[in-house]
T-cell receptor
Framework: NAGVMQNPRHLVRRRGQEARLRCSPMKGHSHVYWYRQLPEEGLKFMVYLQKENIIDESGMPKERFSAEFPKEGPSILRIQQVVRGDSAAYFC??????????FGQGTRLTVV | QKEVEQNSGPLSVPEGAIASLNCTYSDRGSQSFFWYRQYSGKSPELIMSIYSNGDKEDGRFTAQLNKASQYVSLLIRDSQPSDSATYLCAVRRAGTSYGKLTFGQGTILTVHP
């Protein structure tokens, strides 16, 4: 039973480019959460999605960031026009309904 | 005041000793409490969850919760070098999804042989 799969593991983007981060939840899990971990800071909640629905995006920056979890395929966190301050580790977690969430290995985004 | 605060660390203990990690939270509506372990460059791994006052033991790990004092702790007995990692305290507010957690900044634990 594969865990939460994130790809790519490492992503380098130049300032102004777009970054797309993918997350495939554990089998049977329909709840997906995205977190960001900035250097020397704790994990911060960004967004909570279920299939085709954004449930809670209270932690998402107002501009340039968006997330989706389509009926088919992985959840996508999209960052448009990246800036150096977006460099961080982005973690996806999934859960089966209202149970404890499990984290993926993360995508480490570097903006140069 | 941060919502979740952990003892700043880093914490260094000798192999075989008890490591004590502490966490306080400000939101009295917090209902669920978790300890995650994160090795450098890796993902957070859930090691303990606790929901009611008192102690919960799992192997070498004991979580303690005191809601009146808004305090949760993690004790690691017989510490091993492999326990060296960052330990993250996380809380969930009542009425929110299980995956929506507020994390502390983490405490770095080093267990030296």
């Amino acid at each position: 039973n594969a865990g939460v799969m994130q790809n790519p593991r490492h992503l380098v983007r130049r300032r102004g480019q777009e970054a797309r981060l993918r997350c495939s939840p554990m089998k049977g899990h329909s709840h997906v959460y995205w977190y960001r971990q900035l250097p020397e800071e704790g994990l911060k909640f960004m967004v909570y999605l279920q299939k085709e629905n954004i449930i809670d995006e209270s932690g998402m920056p107002k501009e340039r960031f968006s997330a989706e979890f389509p009926k088919e395929g992985p959840s996508i966190l999209r960052i448009q026009q990246v800036v150096r301050g977006d460099s961080a580790a982005y973690f996806c977690a999934s859960s089966y309904r209202e149970t404890e969430a499990f984290f993926g290995q993360g995508t480490r985004l570097t903006v140069v | 005041q941060k919502e979740v605060e952990q003892n700043s660390g880093p914490l260094s203990v000798p192999e075989g000793a008890i490591a004590s990690l502490n966490c306080t939270y400000s939101d009295r509506g917090s209902q669920s409490f978790f300890w995650y372990r994160q090795y450098s460059g890796k993902s957070p791994e859930l090691i303990m969850s606790i929901y009611s006052n008192g102690d919960k033991e799992d192997g070498r790990f004991t979580a303690q919760l005191n809601k009146a004092s808004q305090y949760v702790s993690l004790l690691i007995r017989d510490s091993q070098p492999s326990d060296s990692a960052t330990y993250l305290c996380a809380v969930r507010r009542a009425g929110t999804s299980y995956g929506k957690l507020t994390f502390g900044q983490g405490t770095i634990l080093t267990v030296h042989p």
